[in-house]
């Protein structure tokens, strides 16, 4: 490295060539190398399907709870921007279907499929809709935390944003009757990790989308802790974006190319885990969950090759069997 710096020292740091590097080892390039533990789902599926349900409204950025401009997400309006200190009206009814509407509709797909799933709930949102609440336990669906509220807490005081986390903790315990065991901040900053091992109480977070796989770490705290990867590719957030899904058949194809490719990995002895992504006010619209309803449809075509769970039941599995001795580095 002396060398090197002293050819480039106008581009040389301390970091360069390190697969493994940042405060407390933050970023790993490596991962398993090519090399993944070997997975033996239950019932020797070859993948393991986690539907994820992101419930989020009632809880963006609104003037009616004090914020200081509207939610500025595109949904349906291409272009749509924030309104500082003004009511964004067409994006507050936008919301407002997701858990008038679209929760309801996702619900009952998903009962008359048989299909269980994990809810990332933001604690104000789960708040404001008991019986979104109450639909979501008799189902036997996991409630894992989304935060308390559903806002970029890149900027958010270390302070607050652990305030919000306990804060959500309690809700969940009061409105769902059992504290959550996951949590996916969602736009989360380089404390926030740090802030959910200290709470204590999760077996694990989704703020990563470096692989196809569960991993540890031991960034914080005195035992690895767990990270089970979302995505924003098999995400119908696609929806929402220019150049993204214009219908619901080009949401199944999406879904339908992954999963297709993941179990032929599978049956070539590399078993892993796919995420998808869904949103009440997006894939909830009837064109677009008829996708859903066709992917669920081939899924359960495809028999134990495919294994149908929740989030903590993949944390579960990976803590029983896949528990590091040693854990050196990772995210």
């Known amino acids: 490295m002396e060398q090197e710096t002293s050819k480039y020292p106008l581009s040389a740091h301390p970091n360069d060539g390190r697969p493994v ?131 970029d807490y890149q900027n958010v005081p270390e302070d607050e944003e652990r305030e919000h986390i306990a804060r959500t903790v309690e809700i969940h315990q009061k409105m769902i009757g059992e504290r959550p065991v996951g949590i996916y901040q969602g736009k989360p900053n380089v404390n926030t990790r740090r802030l959910v091992v200290e709470e204590g109480g999760f077996l694990y977070d989704s703020d990563s989308y470096a692989d196809d796989l569960p991993y540890w770490t031991n960034e914080f705290g005195d035992r690895p802790h767990l990270i089970v990867p979302y995505t924003l590719s098999e995400n119908d957030m696609r929806f929402a974006i220019p150049n993204g899904f214009s219908n619901g058949h080009e949401f199944f194809v999406k879904l339908k190319d992954s999963l297709d490719y993941l179990l032929e990995e599978g049956r070539r002895g590399s078993p892993k885990m796919m995420s998808v992504g869904l949103h009440c006010r997006l894939v909830g619209r009837p064109g677009r969950a008829k996708g859903l309803e066709e992917f669920l449809d081939y899924v359960q075509s495809l028999g134990d090759d495919v294994w149908v769970c929740r989030r903590d039941e993949i944390a579960k599995h990976w803590y029983e069997n896949h528990y590091p001795t040693d854990v050196k580095s990772s995210l």
């Open 21 to 151: 590097y940042g405060q407390r080892a933050t970023r790993d390039l490596v991962g398993y190398a090519g090399r993944p533990p070997t997975v033996k789902w239950p019932k020797s599926a070859k993948v393991a399907l986690n539907l994820v349900l992101n419930y989020e409204e009632g809880a963006e950025k609104c003037l009616l709870h004090g914020d200081q401009e509207s939610e500025k997400l595109l949904s349906e309006i291409v272009g749509a921007s924030a309104y500082a200190n003004e009511r964004h009206a067409n994006m507050e009814s936008l919301y407002d279907y997701g858990s008038r509407a679209g929760f309801w509709r996702i619900h009952d797909l998903l009962r008359r499929k048989g299909a269980t799933c994990t809810v990332f709930a933001v604690g104000m949102a789960l708040e404001r809709n008991p019986d979104a609440a109450r639909a979501m336990v008799d189902a036997g669906w996991e409630v894992a935390s989304h935060g308390y509220r559903w806002i």
